[in-house]
């Protein structure tokens, strides 16, 4: 009759080394790559991250002063709370840059999640880093450019 006991024993273990094994995994992953200060790659990570983290004054001085928006502009947008960011690929040349990155938020258990791609524009500016033009995620018109 002790062999029941000690199955159970085995298996909760079991259980509790893979789940151990697991967190090591993903813990131990560097979900942000550190990109050089002044690429696009970083310019567009930073922004993003401003974004999500509602800093819109800072995430503002990413992109374009000719765009003219405010902090006001992006905090009437909407974006889920929990957005995470993937780099697909950039194009990068000496007057112009395009970022290709996927956006995705797993929030709701019982939806679909939300996967979405999008493309940032970037022009250099006077520093040797990178300023967002165009219609940048998520607020895709400023109050200036109407």
Known sequence: ???APNLVLAIITGFVVIVAILAAIFASRDMAPDWPDDSPEATVQAYVQAVIDQDYAQAITHLDPSMEC???DLAQSYYPQDTA???LKAHIGPDEATVS???GSYSEAFTDPFIGQEQFELIPDDTGGWLITGTPWPIYSCAGTL
Request: hydrophobic content about 40%; aromatic content about 8%; glycine content about 0%.
């Open 1 to 3: 009759m002790k062999t």
């Open 70 to 72: 405010t902090p006001e």
């Open 85 to 87: 960011m993937s780099l």
């Open 101 to 103: 990155v996927e956006f």
